[in-house]
Each structure stands twice: as structure tokens, then as C-alpha cells.
């Protein structure tokens, strides 16, 4: 029975992978990459000539039972496109299955764009939450943001440049104007770490078109004044049947209670139905 190796590769600069990377990549005689095209152009300029296998978000479930068995003859390393495999990239059904089926896996440390961005983006914090990419749909996404609206932790997400103007506005809407940090082409030549409050952020990416992908840094939840969490909600109930809308709800009871903008904003969502 072979081994399976989870292989993280640089996220921009080639430098910074790994002597034992390397050692893993020139050893197995499978490598499973996310993208074969991107993978062996890293694999050339090593001059590393293993076989590549794509194994991506579409093809990951249908290609399960084929690396199984390869893993069943001999060792097969697993690559996403930059990065750890299985954060937020494909890998984690593999691994999963590996587990259960009792094969070696042994998981090499390495480059991680979430890691990266939360020590550049150097806010305060007791600690940070990843949370992938976020829902396309705005309801959705607004709900999601919500949920995590009272966390004391730094907030981390991924975000395509097509939907990073959609993406800060949910934010400044959900969690209020606070401190965050936009990193894009990190380790690369044209690495950009955009620091500001979301409203800067987004201000600036209406003047400049987002490019490449991104990890968003958002400090965390303020600490809470007194809870009159309670007094807000009935509040928000009584404007809500009065026919009130949600813009001049929240802003008239963040005045009245004092309590945070994103709270107020949670609450009002805690009404409507899923969704909504």
C-alpha cells in the first residue's frame, strides 16, 4: 500500500517551496494537481518529470475510486493550484477516503495565503476565522456575513476579482466600516496589500478594477456595551410591522440602544425568513 502525500506548492513566488516538496514531488511516480497545465509548469522549471493527473472541483467524486487505487500500488502526491490542497482548493474527499481506507497519509507544511494574509494584515485579534469563499447570492451571502458578525476574530475570505465590489458592499452593509486588509499576487511581483476601513477598501476598487484573486482580512467584532439586545429586537419587530424599511430601522435603533450596527443588522435578519 503506497502513501498518500498532501503537497502544498508556492502561492506566487516558485522560491518558497520546500526542500522536502520537492524531494515528495521527484519521488512518487503519480502526482494529482488541480490544474496539470499550472502544475507542470512549476514540475519543468524543478525539472521534475512525474505523471500528472488532473483531479479538480468537477472531476474530484468521479476520480475518487481510480486514486484510491493508484494508492493501493504506490505513493501519489496531491497539489492544488498554489497552496495547501483541501483549504478552500480540492482534496479533502480524498484525504477523507484515505483515512477510512486506513492509508498513509502524511501532510507536508508549506505556503498558505490565509496564514500569509493574516500576518500582513496585522490586526488585533484573539485569533481569526477562515471562511472560504463566501455564497454567490447576495441574500445569502448577507446571512452567512451575519452569522459571523459578533465573532471577536478576524475574519478570512477568498474572493474572485468579478464579484470583490459585490462582496465589500454585503461587508460594509453587514458588518459596518471596519478595519480590513486586501491582499492580491501575494509573494509575487506585483503583491498588493490594500489596508484601510471597508468603505476605503471599496472605494478604491471603484476607481481601480479588481485583479487576480483575493484574501480579505476583516477585524473582528468590537467588544459589546450594554446588551440591550432585547429592547433593539422589539424595536426592529414594532418598525418592521409598521412597514419601516430595513435601512432606516437599523439606523434609528443603533442611535436609540447603542448597540453595533452589524448587530442591528443581524437582528433585522433574524425576522425575515431564509434567504429573504
Known amino acids: ?20 516538496a520537492l524531494s515528495v514531488l521527484r519521488t512518487v511516480p503519480v502526482i494529482l494537481a488541480e490544474d496539470t497545465r ?36 504506490g505513493d501519489v502526491a496531491l497539489v492544488s493550484s498554489a497552496g495547501m490542497p483541501a483549504i478552500a482548493d480540492p482534496g479533502f474527499e480524498l484525504i477523507e477516503a484515505a483515512i477510512r481506507g486506513a492509508i498513509p497519509v502524511e501532510v507536508l507544511p508549506g505556503a498558505s495565503a490565509v496564514v500569509t494574509a493574516v500576518v500582513a494584515a496585522s490586526l488585533p485579534a484573539p485569533g481569526f476565522l477562515f471562511a472560504g469563499f463566501l455564497p454567490r ?31 465589500l458592499a454585503n461587508i460594509g452593509e453587514v458588518l459596518g466600516d471596519r478595519k480590513m486588509v486586501a491582499a492580491r499576487e501575494m509573494t509575487k511581483v506585483h503583491e498588493t496589500i490594500l489596508r484601510g476601513t471597508v468603505g476605503e477598501v471599496a472605494a478604491h476598487f471603484e476607481i481601480v478594477a479588481p485583479r487576480g484573486e483575493f484574501t480579505l ?32 430601522a437599523i439606523e434609528d435603533v443603533v442611535s436609540e440602544f447603542g448597540i453595533a450596527r452589524n448587530e442591528a443588522y443581524r437582528l433585522w435578519l433574524s425576522l425575515e425568513p431564509e434567504g429573504q
Not at 452569522?147 to 459585490?166: D, I, K
Request: net charge positive.
Open 1 to 20: 500500500m503506497g502513501r498518500l502525500y498532501v503537497v502544498p506548492t508556492p502561492i506566487g513566488n516558485l522560491e518558497d517551496i520546500t526542500l522536502r
Open 38 to 73: 499550472h502544475t507542470r509548469k512549476l514540475l519543468t522549471h524543478f525539472e521534475i518529470g512525474a505523471r500528472l493527473i488532473s483531479y479538480h472541483q468537477h472531476n474530484k467524486r468521479a476520480r475518487l475510486d481510480a486514486a484510491l487505487s493508484l494508492l493501493e500500488s
Open 137 to 167: 447570492r447576495t441574500s445569502e451571502q448577507r446571512h452567512r456575513l451575519a452569522q459571523l458578525a459578533s465573532l471577536p476574530y478576524s475574519l478570512v475570505v477568498y474572493e474572485a476579482p468579478h464579484r470583490l465590489r459585490t462582496t
Open 217 to 248: 482580512v476583516i477585524a473582528g467584532a468590537p467588544p459589546l456595551q450594554e446588551d440591550r439586545t432585547d429592547e433593539a429586537l422589539d424595536a426592529l419587530r414594532a418598525r418592521r410591522r409598521a412597514g419601516e424599511g430595513r435601512k432606516t
